[in-house]
Structures are given as C-alpha cells and as structure tokens.
C-alpha cells in the first residue's frame, strides 16, 4: 500500500513537472529544454523544416536517435511519451504522405499543445492520452516505436518493454534515447520525487535495463552514450556524478 501511494506521488509530481515544461519551458528546470538542446543532442537541422517552433521549444529529450530509428517513407511509428511532440512532427515528416505517426503521452498540458500544433495540418499524426505500460494498440500495429527521456519515469520498466514488443511487428524497431546508471542508486535518491520527474531517480542500471529488453522478447543491435547530455542543478549532477547516471540511445529489433 505504502509503495503504491509514493508511485501515485512520484507519478503526479512527473505530470506536474511536464505540464510546466508544456506551459512554460523558459521557466528554468533541472535538465535543459529546447532547440539548443536538440542541436548539442546532434539533431541535423533539416529535420526541423516542418516542425512547430512551439513543440520545439517544449523539447526535453535525452538523446537523438533518428538515426537508429532509420524510418521508411510509409511506416507506421509509435512515441512514447511524445511530450509537445517534437519528435513525433519529425517522425511524421520522414515517414510521409503515406506513414502514420502516433504519441501517446500522460500529462494532459502536454496532449494539449501536442493536439494544439497538430491542428489540421498534420492529418498523418495522432496524438493519445495512454500509458506506457498499458498500450491502448493492437499486437503488431507498429513498424518502429521511438521514445526520448521516458522510459526512467515509469516505475514497472519491464512491462513497459514488454507492452513496446507486443505491439511492434516481427523485425520492428525500438529507437530511443533514455537515462540509466552504471550503478545502483540508493533508495534515498529512488524515493526522491523531485529527482525522480528530473529523470535521475528512476534510472535503471544500463545493464538491467539491457536484461529487461531482451526479457521482453527484442535484441538490441546498437548502443551509444550521449555525452553531451548533461543535468543542470547541484542535486542533479551531484547524484549523476556519484551513480554514473548518463543518457544513451539504442536500437532493438523485435525478434
Ligand atoms: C522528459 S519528457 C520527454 C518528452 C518528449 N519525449 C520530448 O522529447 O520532449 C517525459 C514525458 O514522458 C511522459 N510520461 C511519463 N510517464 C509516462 C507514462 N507512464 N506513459 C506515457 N507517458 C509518460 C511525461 O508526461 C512527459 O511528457
């Protein structure tokens, strides 16, 4: 009982933190927001041709993993976790006329500028209020899932890996850039809300993180350490620094 109410505390506070950023992201957080993230992260700039100044300056992302992710015109791409969208606006732009892209993502500040941009020019996307571990989408209904900085976030990570394979076809791609840890934190920063919706106290260590994937029925193929990521508050580099708690992407592929 006592567990589940600190998730319910944790979970309300991640959806506090991100409809601040949907609302106000100048406002100053533990982890940076925005173009000049995406651009240190290593996002090209002409994946931005069509991409909705405000879904951009809402970003939080961990990572860039475009690349891994090596979407084909007419795919069909799930986000986890889509946020204002960003990610989601590009995916829909490599994919094209004939793709589809949907984000699905909790706090309902964020749906709402997501929706907002979307408005009736961007016919090829959707966006849907779900939870990761609890995929509202038949088995096999995506070519490729994506995901940026949302994964640490959720309590039960192996059911949300296990949801992420069963909806993606045989051969499907998992792209996405995340935090995790070389070593395991202790329960004070586990139970510290604030570094929780910071993206630090959810962190699984990198390799049980790997386990759980493969658990869930996909192989990575790839993996790459985003060194440029980096936290901004004393709290947040302090525990950073003292775990090894970094930011990666990575490539799956549903066997
Ligand atoms: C760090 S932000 C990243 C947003 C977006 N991917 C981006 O790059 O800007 C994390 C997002 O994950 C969402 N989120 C957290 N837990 C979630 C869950 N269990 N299911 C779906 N979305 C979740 C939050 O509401 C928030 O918008």
Redesign the pocket.
């Known amino acids: 009982m006592e567990q589940t109410a600190s998730q319910q505390e944790i979970?309300g506070l991640?959806?506090q933190v991100?409809a601040s950023?949907?609302r106000e992201p100048h406002a100053g957080y533990h982890?940076e927001v925005g173009r000049g993230l995406a651009d240190n992260l290593g996002y090209p700039a002409e994946l931005f041709n069509q991409v909705p100044k405000e879904a951009v300056d809402?970003?939080?992302?961990?990572g860039y993993h475009f690349d891994f992710a090596d979407l084909k015109p007419g795919e069909t791409v799930l986000?986890?976790?889509?946020?204002?969208g960003?990610?989601s606006f590009i995916a829909a732009g490599l994919v094209g006329a004939n793709g589809k892209t949907v984000g699905?993502?909790?706090?309902p500040e964020?749906l709402d500028n997501a929706n907002r941009l979307r408005g009736d020019r961007f016919d090829k996307i959707e966006f849907r209020h779900?939870?990761?571990?609890d995929l509202p989408f038949e088995d096999a209904s995506f070519d490729v899932a994506i995901?940026?900085?949302?994964i640490n976030?959720?309590a039960d990570k192996q059911k949300?890996f296990e949801q992420i394979s069963r909806v993606l076809r045989k051969g499907g791609r998992m792209a996405i850039s995340d935090i995790v840890t070389e070593k395991q934190l202790t329960t004070d920063i586990v139970c510290d809300a604030t570094l929780w919706a910071s993206?630090i106290g959810g962190a699984a260590r990198q390799t049980d993180y790997l386990k759980m994937i493969e658990a869930a029925g996909m192989q990575v193929v790839e993996t790459r350490d985003n060194t440029q990521y980096h936290f901004l508050s004393e709290s947040a580099k302090e525990a950073s620094g003292e775990f090894g708690v970094k930011s990666f992407s990575l490539l799956a592929v549903k066997a």
């Open positions: 979970e991640v959806k991100y950023v949907a982890f809402s970003f939080a992302g961990v986000d986890l976790g889509s946020g204002s960003m990610d699905i993502d909790i706090t964020q779900a939870r990761i571990d995901s940026n900085g949302v976030l959720v949300a993206c």
